[in-house]
């Protein structure tokens, strides 16, 4: 029911736009999201959003990366510059709500150096 896009292959340096939108019946959301996977790696936490907007960040990503949301849309964005080598990962979106946890497939993002 989430349907992630915006991956791609980038230069260090460079930026790109994920997306992220729901699909279906999907309610009460509490928080929006971003993790990723890189090869060789468990998934991590990138970012996340509550529906007031609240947001945090692992230290990977402050300072470079923009988590944002469109309630109406139950869409989740993740604007990411200064990309680095290390970005390079499958990025997933997930959307969470009273007792469960929704994920997209993932994106793939490769920074080349």
């Known amino acids: 029911q989430l349907q992630a896009c915006g991956g791609g292959l980038v230069q260090a340096g460079g930026s790109l736009r994920l997306s992220c939108a729901a699909s279906?019946?999907?309610?009460?959301?509490?928080?929006m999201g971003w993790y990723r996977q890189a090869p060789g790696k468990q998934r991590e936490l990138v970012a996340t959003?509550?529906?007031?907007?609240?947001?945090t960040y692992a230290d990977s990503a402050k300072g470079r990366f923009a988590i944002s949301r469109d309630t109406a849309k139950k869409a989740v964005y993740l604007q990411m510059n200064s990309l680095k080598p290390e970005d390079t990962a499958v990025y997933y979106c997930?959307?969470?709500?009273?007792?469960?946890?929704?994920w997209g497939q993932g994106t793939l993002v490769t920074v080349s150096s």
């Open positions: 279906g019946n999907i309610f009460s959301i509490l928080y």
């Open positions: 997930a959307i969470w709500v009273p007792g469960y946890d929704y």
């Open positions: 959003i509550t529906i007031g907007g609240t947001t």
